[in-house]
């Protein structure tokens, strides 16, 4: 057990400490690394109900689209190529896939075709392909290919074969979750009218919070914070009483007690670019606030998608490099965490 436990991956957590007003902050090129969002929570303190302009936000996010067994060489149509692919940024992600189990699928909005595939459909879809650099022992294998490459245009020679891979030697089918911007479902349409799909917006939620004990967020240590934040939102009691045997956390380092708070929270496939937006809108916020508010932003990426950051490859046993927070503060600094996997050395 002990030889087991020592070759247990790790897991890195990155902390940036930085102000909006350098033009060499990294915060808007951070987020567009993290493709596919699932969940954005919100931390306000001193709220007793969300503020409108923040609801209008997040009311305003991009629609999403769910695909029943979607047919994936229908991502090869030309006129959808044509209308989502070449034009704009698509997002696709398979849906109701499990990551260390079964053949899962993404479309990056670089155009990029992502396959995790078992060893038996790698060796039956015939495409050049690499195993699993996270986990060799398990017997998977990725395959990316660029729909924005010459010899993918349709027609070209590489485009026949993914297609004749597609149709005749594996032919896919699943579930899948699929958005575009900026021109959502009309550059869609050409893939639409083809499939049984139906629209969907992302759910918000709100919760209110009393009596919030709150470490020093600006010094404190961003394992501790995170810690913090998590329990916030998974509304996991701190207060340590002799009788609670579900939790014994309690709030290190307390800074002081927050009369009350606001949790908001976002679920639905979520673009980066709905989530930069936010972010400027609670920045105008601060501006606003007292002098010695805040806002946390909390953003969980899908956790059976077969790429986290960038166009990296997501570990196949171990978690937590899908997620980012954005502590802010009214004088426009900020610090920022960006939770990395085990074959990583730093977020792109």
């Not at 704009?88 to 995790?116: K, W």
């Not at 701190?238 to 976002?266: G, I, K, Y």
Request: charge should be negative; charged fraction near 20%; include cysteine.
């Amino acid at each position: 057990m002990c030889a087991d436990l020592s070759r247990t991956q790790r897991n890195l957590l990155v902390c940036e400490r930085s102000s909006f007003l350098d033009e060499k902050n990294r915060v808007s090129s951070q987020m567009e690394q993290l493709r596919f969002n699932y969940k954005v929570s919100v931390l306000l303190p001193e709220c007793g109900s969300a503020p409108s302009h923040l609801e209008s936000i997040l009311n305003s996010f991009s629609s999403f689209y769910l695909v029943k067994q979607l047919p994936l060489y229908e991502l090869l149509d030309k006129d959808f190529l044509q209308s989502a692919v070449y034009q704009g940024s698509v997002y696709g992600l398979s849906f109701r896939t499990r990551i260390d189990e079964d053949n899962c699928v993404a479309l990056l909005p670089n155009g990029h075709l992502v396959f995790s595939l078992d060893k038996d459909a790698f060796e039956t879809l015939g495409l050049e392909g690499r195993p699993s650099r996270s986990n060799r022992t398990s017997s998977r294998y990725e395959v990316t290919v660029d729909l924005r490459d010459g010899s993918m245009a349709p027609g070209g020679r590489g485009y026949l074969r993914l297609r004749r891979a597609l149709t005749s030697h594996l032919k896919l089918q699943m579930d899948f979750l699929i958005s575009h911007h900026p021109g959502g479902g009309a550059s869609l349409r050409p893939l639409l009218s083809r499939c049984d799909w139906s629209e969907h917006r992302p759910e918000v939620g709100r919760r209110g919070l009393s009596r919030l004990v709150r470490p020093a967020l600006r010094s404190c240590d961003p394992h501790d914070l995170l810690e913090w934040i998590g329990a916030v939102d998974a509304a996991v009691s701190r207060e340590n009483s002799s009788s609670d045997f579900l939790s014994t956390l309690t709030c290190l380092e307390p800074e002081a007690t927050v009369s009350r708070a606001m949790s908001v929270s976002t679920c639905g496939l979520l673009l980066p670019q709905d989530l930069q937006h936010l972010v400027e809108e609670l920045r105008c916020y601060l501006q606003q606030a007292q002098t010695d508010s805040w806002a946390s932003v909390t953003v969980h990426g899908f956790t059976d998608s077969p790429v986290s950051w960038g166009d990296g490859e997501r570990d196949i046993l171990t978690g937590g490099h899908d997620l980012y927070n954005l502590l802010m503060f009214p004088d426009h600094t900020y610090r920022l965490h960006l939770a990395a996997g085990a074959q990583k050395t730093c977020p792109p």
